[in-house]
């Protein structure tokens, strides 16, 4: 008996079934219950092991229930028409099986009753009527299996057209395999340029499509003529690939789908909203290779490497990464889960989503919604015997106290804060009612960041309306601005035309010693704690700029955009 090869809610379903037309009893299923976790499989598939039950008995009482004729799908011949209204991914995703067609009928196969509820969905994006018949889960699969190797000349003839595109993107013009083919092209590029973030949007007379790029949008003109032709058939490629509901345009959806380029598998949060105009669409890229970057590859000065490291390595305390959204704490704290993360050691993630998958680590996905709050998460972290916590965000006091007290109870505890800098996060969680006792004995490290365009290495060139007037005014010396040489990106095809090629961190590391724990007991102001980091070697994030400016790395337009608002 090969693997099931069906989600968790077919499986449950199948079992539920099973139950309700007394095929299982109540002690079978607590058996299958036990036995499951004991030998690491599904529980249908123990179920078939425990000889309970067999995939003919689960085809007869589905054909019973739902009034269904069997199908033995080994005799059937697919219908290549059938690849031309539905996705291929969306038959593997949804493990259903269209079979044939004709007459504004669509035979479609099902394993489990839990299918039922895409016929809405199948009849909007057909314009067929379904008709349903059961079959067996290995005829089902068999069958997907067969259907998937005939599609290897489809996917052939697909990048044949995409190279053509790349010629003429002009030549898109028919809807159906052509908007699969735009997809995948969209997504592709995205992909290749380093973009955080697809934006796709309709206007009364045009449409277009964003990408973010080193933090910044830029229109990618020539999507912008097959958009506007064929905005609906995209949006619904969209929501097929994201597993939403593709009739249901009044409220807005969230999705996530896989995407599999030649090089590499990346994966997609999508947000649909509706808007006067359409449906707008954003794609946020999760590279899971950037969930993998080492420590030491980050850009940390030495001694600044050695204070990161030093906190993250102690058995207890709490270590707060402060910055703006898409300035790159996510892409920190998995390299420094990453750098501690060993056998021995038991780490569990409250996160909002999960970006990155990471190997042993217990990674959970937080759900405002059903009330599952980062609180909960981390209440229930607590009796699961962890050394490191890492929660997604500190948003109420109720999180930041259990978060303080864990770590004052032998955890080791990461968070992320959204404050403008390291000292001003100490005022936050005093403001946020955290009793000062509190944070002293618990706070070990505060690191801020925030993500600037590197100078195009290629094109730099001296800036001249740079004056030691401007440098004096965001705090160089007059001798320093004097002979500073500041450099800007001339633009050339290797930066496309910008002037930056990457990204770097700019940060800061306070690190909260015994000088600073008495401060926050003191209750002194904030200008006072800054007083007492600096005296004892905290360097700014202004700093770390200045001395980039000077290293040519930054422009002067960059520093202010990333910095100046601090």
């Not at 196969?109 to 009527?129: F, G, H, R």
């Not at 998958?357 to 962890?386: C, N, W």
């Not at 004052?408 to 968070?415: D, K, M, N, R």
Request: glycine letters at 6%; charged letters at 25%; proline letters at 2%.
């Amino acid at each position: 008996m090969s693997k099931t090869k069906l989600d968790a809610t077919s499986e449950q379903n199948i079992l539920n079934m099973l139950m309700e037309s007394s095929s299982i009893s109540t002690e079978q299923m607590s058996k299958i219950n036990a036995t499951s976790q004991e030998i690491g499989k599904t529980k249908l598939e123990t179920a078939f092991e425990l000889n309970f039950t067999d995939e003919d008995k689960i085809v007869k009482i589905l054909s019973t229930s739902y009034s269904m004729d069997i199908i033995d799908l080994k005799k059937t011949v697919i219908d290549p028409k059938i690849k031309k209204i539905i996705d291929m991914r969306y038959i593997q995703d949804n493990s259903l099986v269209p079979f044939q067609m004709g007459g504004g009928v669509l035979k479609i196969a099902i394993a489990d009753a839990s299918k039922l509820s895409l016929m809405k969905n199948l009849k909007t994006m057909t314009k067929m009527e379904p008709e349903l018949y059961a079959a067996s889960i290995s005829n089902l699969n068999s069958f997907i299996e067969r259907f998937t190797k005939s599609e290897t000349q489809k996917i052939s003839d697909a990048n044949v057209k995409v190279e053509k595109l790349e010629k003429t993107d002009d030549e898109l013009v028919e809807v159906g395999s052509e908007v699969i083919v735009f997809g995948n092209k969209l997504i592709t590029e995205a992909i290749n340029l380093g973009a955080s973030d697809i934006h796709i949007e309709s206007f009364r007379d045009s449409a277009q499509t964003r990408f973010r790029v080193d933090g910044i949008l830029k229109v990618m003109d020539k999507y912008s003529k097959f958009l506007h032709e064929n905005y609906d058939a995209v949006i619904a490629r969209i929501k097929i690939i994201s597993k939403l509901d593709i009739a249901e345009r009044r409220v807005p959806q969230d999705g996530a789908s896989t995407f599999k380029s030649d090089t590499k598998e990346i994966d997609l949060r999508v947000s649909v909203l509706p808007t006067k105009n359409k449906e707008r669409v954003v794609m946020r890229i999760l590279n899971k290779d950037a969930g993998d970057k080492a420590l030491a590859d980050l850009g940390f000065e030495a001694k600044d490497l050695e204070k990161l490291t030093k906190a993250i390595s102690s058995p207890q305390g709490m270590v707060l990464v402060t910055g703006p959204t898409g300035s790159g704490k996510t892409t920190t704290l998995y390299s420094v889960l990453k750098h501690i993360n060993k056998p021995g050691m038991n780490i569990l993630t409250a996160e909002d989503p999960v970006e990155y998958e990471m190997e042993g680590i217990g990674q959970v996905q937080v759900k405002e919604a059903i009330g599952y709050t980062f609180e909960e998460a981390l209440r229930s972290f607590l009796r699961q015997d962890p050394e490191v916590i890492l929660v997604g965000e500190i948003r109420d006091k109720a999180t930041v106290d259990i978060a303080l007290k864990a770590a004052l109870t032998g955890h080791l505890v990461f968070s992320t804060l959204h404050t403008n800098d390291a000292p001003s996060s100490i005022t936050r969680l005093l403001n946020m009612g955290t009793p000062n006792y509190l944070i002293s004995a618990a706070l070990t490290l505060i690191m801020a960041q925030r993500l600037a365009r590197k100078t195009c290495l290629d094109c730099r060139v001296i800036d001249e309306n740079i004056t030691p007037k401007l440098l004096n005014s965001i705090g160089f010396l007059p001798e320093q601005s004097a002979r500073a040489k500041i450099y800007k990106g001339g633009g050339c095809a290797e930066c496309s035309g910008s002037g930056y090629k990457g990204r770097m961190g700019i940060y800061e590391i306070l690190e909260i010693e015994n000088e600073l724990k008495a401060g926050i007991l003191s209750n002194l102001q904030q200008n006072e704690l800054n007083a007492i980091a600096k005296k004892n070697g905290f360097r700014t994030m202004q700093d770390m700029g200045q001395e980039m400016l000077l290293s040519g790395d930054l422009s002067f337009a960059e520093y202010e955009r990333v910095l100046q608002s601090n």
